[in-house]
Nanobody
């Protein structure tokens, strides 16, 4: 079992930046792929970014490429999402997730609210 705890959300003006953090605890000895998802009010949860266990591969949804950066520090069991040039439509609850290679995203944090004002 892996427990995930997000932090770093808040209120920011359009064009601003935030850095989200996700601290993992529990069975962190396995090689988990980590990811960020977001869920806007009344919408489904969608993929934002992911990073392989060693940080060697990253993936982003098209709308955030060039503005968001996912990274991880395995010594601290923490994954980050640096978000720049934020847009009001990116207001959502952001969730951290973890999975083993070849499996579904089956570990989730409680989410952190990001609100981007226009």
């Amino acid at each position: 079992q892996v427990q995930l705890a997000e932090s770093g959300g808040g209120l920011v003006q359009a064009g601003g930046s935030l850095r989200l953090s996700c601290a993992a605890s529990g069975r962190t000895d396995s090689s988990y792929t980590m990811g960020w998802f977001r869920q806007a009010p009344g919408k489904e949860r969608v993929f934002v970014a992911s990073i392989s266990w060693n940080g060697g591969r990253t993936y982003y949804t098209d709308s955030v490429k060039g503005r968001f950066t996912i990274s991880r520090d395995n010594a601290k069991n923490t994954v980050y999402l640096q978000m720049n040039s934020l847009k009001p439509e990116e207001t959502a609850v952001y969730y951290c997730a973890a999975k083993l290679s070849g499996y579904s995203w089956n570990y989730w944090g409680q989410g952190t609210q990001v609100t981007v004002s226009s």
